[in-house]
């Protein structure tokens, strides 16, 4: 019973946060060659990015090409699980077989969710693979918000981005691979004898607008991530949670109307990928996302990789271990940086048993050295308020997989625990405050 109240508090908290931006709505403009953010409204928010998933999915396939992995005639064979994903579609059959240039065309003018369950299956050996891979990336990209559950962006309770973290998705797309984005222009193509037409109509008539994707679901609203390239200027639009698509793309036309002359003029593109992208993308700024919605909150308290005891299934696939860097072992959380987990006094739960110690919890890792690299570098930046106090992993198992939770334990009074969040997300770090156990 006590699990569950705590529950019910960390989603309080979360829903107070959430209150501060109107629910769904979101957009921002970006200058691709500085970084800086000619304009924007609840850049932070979380929100589904229905489709726009899509674009993480070609990124990964112009990867995997690159990298030698896949040719653009590789085979796409389509599983049972491929070839049932709902509409927009393709509509090929179990056993059958696109080439990977197909299904790229096919996920960017057509939105295809088979086309995408399929090549997420062909990179990652399963979507829910694959997925982890596409979270995985985000990260090393900078998209610090941003959670895949799988490859087409259909409905699930706990994927989530921001506009802030489209936009530099769409730089990467751009700035990774200059030639590859030109696909995303496309405005038709031939497949098995059928034109196969596309659907981002401000694209096609917008003056030097070269992509990117659109996006839809109930949840979501009208999503759109747009490029565009005009008088030396680079610009990356997002808009989130539109009521309509053309009132969505109405919004759009007058966010880069208004603000493209702000833009600077060159060549370049933010950041080389050579030079880390995730440390210049952190230009865009300080992000401290709160979910869209009440349903989002309670998906983001769920998804949360450890406040409370809360069950998580259907999370495993987020929190795949890896063998590359430490970025890549941070599980992300679609919560706020900063939030508190209040308990609840219960007959079989005195009151002093919570008053004697407060911890605070930063990060979820996929290994013990991870959790506690994390709270040593955590301790470095942060000083005082962290010296002193004992630093301890916690291994939670969950669907399979195993991750360790990164905590400070040893806090006298919630008031220190809160005065070391305060510290800690000054420094972007993400900060669960709770009571000790016991």
């Known amino acids: 019973m006590s699990k569950l109240l705590i529950a019910f508090s960390f989603c309080v908290a979360i829903l107070t946060l959430s209150t501060t931006a109107q629910a769904g709505s979101a957009q ?46 590789s085979p796409v064979p389509f599983s049972k699980h491929a070839a049932s994903r709902p509409p927009t579609k393709l509509f090929v059959k179990a056993g059958d077989s696109i080439t990977v240039r197909e299904a790229v065309l096919a996920m960017i003018v057509r939105s295809a969710n088979d086309a995408s369950a399929a090549i997420g299956e062909k990179i990652g050996g399963s979507e ?3 997925a982890a891979l596409m979270t995985r990336k985000a990260r090393s990209l900078g998209m610090m918000n941003t959670t895949f559950f799988n490859a087409s962006g259909l409905p699930h309770a706990q994927q989530f981005t921001t506009a802030r973290d489209m936009s530099a998705l769409g730089v990467a797309l751009m700035r990774d691979f200059p030639k590859e984005y030109e696909l995303f222009a496309t405005k038709s193509f031939k497949f098995r004898g059928k034109t ?34 005009h008088d030396g200027r680079r610009v990356i639009g997002v808009v989130l949670g539109g009521r309509t698509a053309a009132s969505r793309d109405k919004i759009m036309e007058r966010l880069i ?23 210049d993308l952190a230009r865009l700024g300080d ?24 069950a998580t299934p259907g999370t495993a696939s987020a929190y795949a271990p890896s063998s590359g860097t430490a970025t890549a072992d941070i599980v992300a959380t679609p919560a706020s940086r900063f939030a508190a987990v209040d308990p609840q006094q219960t007959a079989s739960t005195p009151a002093t ?8 919890q930063i990060a979820a890792a996929t290994s013990a050295q991870a959790a ?7 301790r470095q930046k942060v000083g005082g308020p962290l010296q ?12 399979g997989v195993t991750f360790y939770r990164a905590r400070f334990t040893g806090f006298e009074t919630k008031e220190a625990a809160r005065a070391a969040c305060d510290k800690l997300v000054r420094q972007r770090y993400d900060c669960v405050l709770m009571p000790a156990r016991g």
């Open 257 to 279: 109307d208004a603000n493209i002359k702000k833009a600077s003029t060159g060549r370049q593109l933010l950041v080389s990928r050579s030079t880390g992208a995730q440390m």
């Open 28 to 73: 921002l403009l970006l200058d691709a060659r500085t970084g800086e953010v000619l304009a924007s409204e609840n850049a932070d928010v979380l929100n589904h990015p229905a489709s726009l998933t899509k674009m993480m999915s070609v990124y990964m396939v112009f990867d995997a090409i690159k990298a030698g992995k896949l040719s653009w005639d």
């Open 287 to 310: 992000a401290v996302p709160v979910p869209a919605s009440r349903q989002s909150a309670l998906a983001a308290v769920q998804g949360l990789a450890g406040a409370t005891d809360v």
């Open 372 to 378: 506690m690299d994390l709270l040593s570098q955590a």
């Open 196 to 229: 196969i037409n596309g659907h981002n109509n401000l694209m096609y008539r917008y003056k030097g607008m070269d992509g990117i994707k659109t996006g839809y679901t109930n949840a979501s609203g009208f999503n759109l991530v747009s490029a565009v390239e």
């Open 388 to 399: 002193g106090l004992d630093t301890y992993t916690e291994m939670v198992t969950r669907n």
């Open 128 to 130: 829910e693979g694959f």
């Open 353 to 360: 048993s919570f008053e004697r110690r407060w911890q605070v």
